[in-house]
């Protein structure tokens, strides 16, 4: 499935990310065939985007961001050439967040309560239905009402709905970013994006997206 949203944040600047002091600083040895500066470059504005959408505070989502490139850079050693960076990038970024915010992350997060609810159900006869319908609806609607409902899910639904949705990454992929089953990335998931079609049913309806 192609990614749902990428909502346009600030462009970060990667010397305010520490890149700067990072080139001041003996690297710990890596593969010499592997730009571990540049790799990061590709991915600032990725990470941004997601620490601002995790802490939904600007400031400390650069913060956050600094911090996991400060923490990658120290450990680059231990990434393999050749597997997903972006990927290695973001476990770290969510394990620091976990850690900062342990005490909103471990509050209770169910979406046990949440009831079956489509929005591709209530299509106009004259709209289109892809593979994945869910996905397409949420496609359809703006990117600011979205990533409002998205910032509004529990950390664990929104963390997932964000590495997958969001940032396109596989469910195994997001599973070993997480540390937990695949079985568990797809049930936030599927709650998550029911929970979004419920919060967004309102301004679908306005927007004429549905009926």
């Given at each position: 499935?192609?990614?749902?949203?990428?909502?346009?944040?600030?462009?970060?600047?990667?010397?305010?990310?520490?890149?700067?002091?990072?080139?001041?600083?003996?690297?710990?040895?890596?593969?010499?065939?592997?730009?571990?500066?540049?790799?990061?470059?590709?991915?600032?504005?990725?990470?941004?985007?997601?620490?601002?959408?995790?802490?939904?505070?600007?400031?400390?989502?650069?913060?956050?961001?600094?911090?996991?490139?400060?923490?990658?850079?120290?450990?680059?050693?231990?990434?393999?050439?050749?597997?997903?960076?972006?990927?290695?990038?973001?476990?770290?970024?969510?394990?620091?967040?976990?850690?900062?915010?342990?005490?909103?992350?471990?509050?209770?997060?169910?979406?046990?309560?949440?009831?079956?609810?489509?929005?591709?159900?209530?299509?106009?006869?004259?709209?289109?239905?892809?593979d994945d319908p869910a996905a397409?609806?949420?496609?359809?609607?703006?990117?600011?009402?979205?990533?409002?409902?998205?910032?509004?899910?529990?950390?664990?639904?929104?963390?997932?709905?964000?590495?997958?949705?969001?940032?396109?990454?596989?469910?195994?992929?997001?599973?070993?970013?997480?540390?937990?089953?695949?079985?568990?990335?797809?049930?936030?998931?599927?709650?998550?994006?029911?929970?979004?079609?419920?919060?967004?049913?309102?301004?679908?309806?306005?927007?004429?997206?549905?009926?």
């Amino acid at each position: 499935m192609e990614t749902m949203l990428a909502p346009p944040v600030a462009p970060v600047q990667p010397k305010s990310l520490a890149l700067a002091s990072m080139s001041q600083q003996p690297a710990p040895a890596a593969a010499a065939d592997f730009d571990f500066e540049a790799a990061v470059a590709e991915n600032i504005d990725a990470l941004y985007r997601g620490a601002l959408r995790m802490t939904r505070k600007p400031e400390e989502a650069e913060d956050l961001v600094q911090e996991t490139f400060l923490r990658a850079y120290r450990f680059q050693h231990q990434f393999q050439p050749g597997t997903n960076f972006k990927a290695w990038l973001f476990k770290i970024q969510t394990n620091l967040f976990r850690s900062r915010y342990r005490k909103q992350y471990n509050s209770p997060q169910s979406l046990d309560n949440t009831e079956e609810f489509y929005l591709y159900q209530h299509l106009g006869a004259d709209v289109p239905q892809g593979d994945d319908p869910a996905a397409d609806v949420l496609d359809k609607l703006g990117v600011e009402e979205v990533r409002k409902a998205i910032e509004d899910l529990p950390p664990a639904y929104r963390e997932t709905v964000l590495l997958t949705d969001v940032e396109g990454f596989s469910y195994k992929e997001t599973a070993e970013i997480l540390e937990v089953p695949v079985g568990t990335v797809m049930s936030r998931l599927h709650r998550g994006r029911q929970r979004l079609q419920e919060s967004l049913y309102d301004y679908a309806k306005e927007s004429g997206v549905v009926e």
